[in-house]
C-alpha cells in the first residue's frame, strides 16, 4: 500500500517523513513569557515520531505582543533558556522535527486567557498599552490600540529578527510567522484594521508592505537551509475584509522572497465574522492559494479523519495536513492514520513495541 499523507516533504533541508503536522496550540501557562514543564509534556507527547512536525504555540517577539500573561514568548534570554529546556528534551527523546510560529498580538493583545472570559484585561489585572497599524480596537470593548509610528515599525520588525536568532540558537527546525487571526500581521493585511494613509496602508500592494519587509529581514536572519513559512488567515469572513484573492496575491509575493510554505487558516479579524465551519471548510483556500500562487500550502481546521487527509494530500489541495484538537485528543493521531491507511511509519525506540505490526496477536492482518 502507499500512501500521499506518508509520503516524505522536503523544504530546504528539512526532510519530513509525513505530511502531518501538529498546529500550533497557545496552552497560556508560561510564566513571564517562560515555559514550563507543562511544555516538556505537551510538546514532548507530540515529539515521539507520529506526526511529520511539531509547532509551539504562537511565541510572541515581545512582551506587549503577548495575548495574554501567560503567553510564551522568546524575548529575553530567560524565555530562550527555558525553551531550549524543553526543545533538548524532544530532541532526546524525540525524533519528529520542531517549528516555532513566531507572533504578535498587536490590538488583540491585554487580554485574559480564554478560560478567564478571553476579554480584555481591565484596569486591576495588569493591562498594557497595545499596538496596531491603526487605531482601531478589537471589538466594541477592547482597548484602542496605539497607531505605530515609523520607530515603531522598525522596533518591531528588529524583535521578529531577533527571536528568530534566539530560535535559531535553540535549534528549531522551522519558523512560521503568523499573519493569521488577526494578529498584527493580518492587522496590517485587511482594510478593515489597517486604515493607514502612508505607505503601509490603503492600496493591497501598501497593506502586504510591512508583514512583506518583515518576512524578508527574517527570512535574512534565519539560517539559509532551514525553512521559514507564513500562516495566514485567507479570507475575513465579512465584507469589506481581506480576502481570498488577494490572499493570492500575497502567496506570489511571498514566494518571490523565499517563502517556503503557507499555511492556509482563516478568520478572526473581525468579531463580525460569519464563519461556515464543517469538515475541511479551510481546504478549498489551500487548493486556490497552492494552484495560483504556485507555493507548498497547508491545510488546518476540522480535519480529524485518516482517509479526509489523505484524499487532501493525494488530491493535490495541500502539501501537509495540521491538526490542532485532534491531535490534543488523540496524540498519536498520525499512528493510527498509518494503521488505517495500511501503511507503516516511524515509531520512537522505546515505544516501538506497540507498532501492529510487532503485535501480531493483536493485530494478525498485518503479517499476512
Ligand atoms: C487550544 C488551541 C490553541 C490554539 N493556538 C493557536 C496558536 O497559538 N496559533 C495559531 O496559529 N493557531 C492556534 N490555534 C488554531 C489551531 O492551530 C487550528 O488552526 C484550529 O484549531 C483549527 O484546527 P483543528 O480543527 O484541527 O483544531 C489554536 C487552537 C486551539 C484549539
Known sequence: MS????????????????RIAVSSMCQYTAENGSAVDWHLMHLGQFSMGAA????????AVSAVGRITHKCLGLYSDENEAALKRVIDFCRKYGVTPMGIQLAHAGRKGSAQVPLDGGNPLKANENPWATQAPSAIPFGPDWHVPQMLSRKGLAAVKAEFVAAAERAARIGFDLVELHSAHGYLMHQFLSPLSNQRNDEYG??????????????????????EDKPLGVRISATDW????????????????????G?????VSSGALDPRQKIPFGP??????????????????????MITKARQAEEIIAGGKADIVALARGMMFDPRWAWHAAEELGVDTEYSRM???????????????RNQ
Open 3 to 18: 500512501s500521499a499523507l506518508f509520503s516524505p516533504l522536503e523544504m530546504r533541508s528539512l526532510a519530513l517523513n509525513n
Open 52 to 59: 511529520g512536525l511539531v509547532m509551539t504555540e504562537a511565541t
Open 202 to 223: 490603503g492600496k493591497l500592494e501598501n497593506r502586504m508592505r510591512y508583514p512583506l519587509e518583515v518576512f524578508e529581514a527574517v527570512r535574512a536572519a534565519w539560517p
Open 238 to 257: 465579512i465584507d469589506g475584509g481581506w480576502t481570498v484573492e488577494e490572499s493570492v496575491v500575497f502567496g506570489r509575493a511571498l514566494k518571490s522572497l
Open 259 to 263: 517563502c517556503d510554505f503557507i499555511d
Open 280 to 301: 475541511g471548510y479551510q481546504v478549498p483556500f489551500s487548493a486556490q492559494i497552492r494552484t495560483q500562487a504556485g507555493i507548498t500550502t497547508w491545510t488546518v481546521g
Open 351 to 365: 515505544y516501538a513495541r506497540c507498532a501492529p505490526a510487532q503485535w501480531p496477536e493483536v493485530f494478525p492482518w
